[in-house]
């Protein structure tokens, strides 16, 4: 694995790394079959408008299927890249993030369907529910969730993000700007953040083992993979924040800066083959 693309990877490809929230917002093929409508009030009762909770269930699925999706793809370049091609790390971003649209334009187009909701209602219906953020706080951390997910991706900040307005990172950053790691340090914080994911998902898979769940039986693992998506961002970010003072942007920032140094590179591909194994030792199932 190249060192550029290590980097692109680990922020974007891993499966088990891959905890977060984000897609702009919209951008799929409309369904047609009896929608919901919220501009229809007069004509509807309230059990046919879209609610909160359809709004957090249709983004609970559409994250689960875009962390499916984001595994294949690593899977795929970690194939071509072990046949000796070196992707440069601005070429595979772009294609991470056109393989990503391209697979949410369809995965939203199935999960619309299934849910029986038109694409410009829903997205209507969200942004109300968040411009009632302190009302709706699930809906809240639901969405953000899923736009993490895109900006990890992409790269563009859009976690936040509200009609007429950019994201407020420099609130949400308190403000300053941190120093990057150094290479010594940034391996150490590495270090943590992958054990603070793998000890998280352990105590997932405890859990679901005490109340004699199975985590092989695909509901089941779906529901793993959610919880622990859910989860261990916060899971991970606190342990920098605790351990190291820093934050999850700085951390991503100094992987990017270091990309190309080799024993920064391998360092990283070496944590992840050890999470990986980690969690094969646990039972974790695959996502797909």
Request: proline share 3%; net charge negative.
């Given at each position: 694995m190249s060192p550029s693309s290590?980097?692109?990877?680990?922020?974007?490809?891993?499966?088990?790394?891959?905890?977060?929230a984000a897609a702009t917002m919209f951008g799929g093929s409309k369904s047609s079959?009896?929608?919901?409508?919220?501009?229809?009030?007069?004509e509807l009762d309230e059990s046919d408008c879209i609610s909160a909770d359809d709004v957090c269930q249709i983004f609970d699925k559409l994250f689960l299927e875009m962390q499916q999706v984001l595994a294949q793809l690593s899977q795929q370049v970690q194939q071509i890249q072990m046949s000796g091609q070196q992707i440069p790390e601005a070429q595979l971003r772009q294609l991470l993030k056109a393989e990503f649209q391209r697979a949410l334009?369809?995965?939203q187009k199935m999960v619309f369907e299934e849910y029986n909701v038109d694409e410009d209602c829903l997205e209507e219906a969200t942004w109300e529910f968040l411009g009632e953020e302190e009302k709706y706080p699930k809906v809240k951390r639901t969405v953000e969730r899923f736009q993490k997910l895109y900006e990890n991706v992409s790269g563009e900040s859009v976690v936040g993000k509200r009609p007429g307005q950019e994201p407020d990172n420099g609130a949400a950053e308190g403000g300053a700007t941190e120093e990057l790691l150094s290479e010594e340090k940034l391996i150490?914080?590495?270090?943590?953040?992958f054990g603070s994911l793998t000890k998280h998902m352990s105590e997932i898979v405890h859990q679901f083992n005490a109340q004699g769940k199975n985590i092989h039986d695909r509901p089941v693992a779906q529901e793993l993979h959610m919880k622990f998506a859910s989860g261990a961002n916060d899971a991970g970010e606190e342990a920098l924040k605790e351990h190291c003072g820093i934050s999850l942007k700085t951390f991503q920032a100094s992987i990017e800066s270091h990309a190309q140094k080799p024993n920064v590179a391998r360092a990283?591909?070496?944590?992840?083959?050890k999470q990986q194994q980690d969690l094969m030792a646990m039972g974790v199932p695959a996502m797909g």
């Amino acid at each position: 694995m190249s060192p550029s693309s290590s980097s692109v990877l680990l922020m974007a490809g891993s499966a088990a790394l891959l905890v977060g929230a984000a897609a702009t917002m919209f951008g799929g093929s409309k369904s047609s079959s009896n929608p919901k409508d919220i501009t229809d009030i007069v004509e509807l009762d309230e059990s046919d408008c879209i609610s909160a909770d359809d709004v957090c269930q249709i983004f609970d699925k559409l994250f689960l299927e875009m962390q499916q999706v984001l595994a294949q793809l690593s899977q795929q370049v970690q194939q071509i890249q072990m046949s000796g091609q070196q992707i440069p790390e601005a070429q595979l971003r772009q294609l991470l993030k056109a393989e990503f649209q391209r697979a949410l334009d369809a995965k939203q187009k199935m999960v619309f369907e299934e849910y029986n909701v038109d694409e410009d209602c829903l997205e209507e219906a969200t942004w109300e529910f968040l411009g009632e953020e302190e009302k709706y706080p699930k809906v809240k951390r639901t969405v953000e969730r899923f736009q993490k997910l895109y900006e990890n991706v992409s790269g563009e900040s859009v976690v936040g993000k509200r009609p007429g307005q950019e994201p407020d990172n420099g609130a949400a950053e308190g403000g300053a700007t941190e120093e990057l790691l150094s290479e010594e340090k940034l391996i150490e914080a590495a270090e943590l953040y992958f054990g603070s994911l793998t000890k998280h998902m352990s105590e997932i898979v405890h859990q679901f083992n005490a109340q004699g769940k199975n985590i092989h039986d695909r509901p089941v693992a779906q529901e793993l993979h959610m919880k622990f998506a859910s989860g261990a961002n916060d899971a991970g970010e606190e342990a920098l924040k605790e351990h190291c003072g820093i934050s999850l942007k700085t951390f991503q920032a100094s992987i990017e800066s270091h990309a190309q140094k080799p024993n920064v590179a391998r360092a990283l591909t070496m944590l992840q083959m050890k999470q990986q194994q980690d969690l094969m030792a646990m039972g974790v199932p695959a996502m797909g």
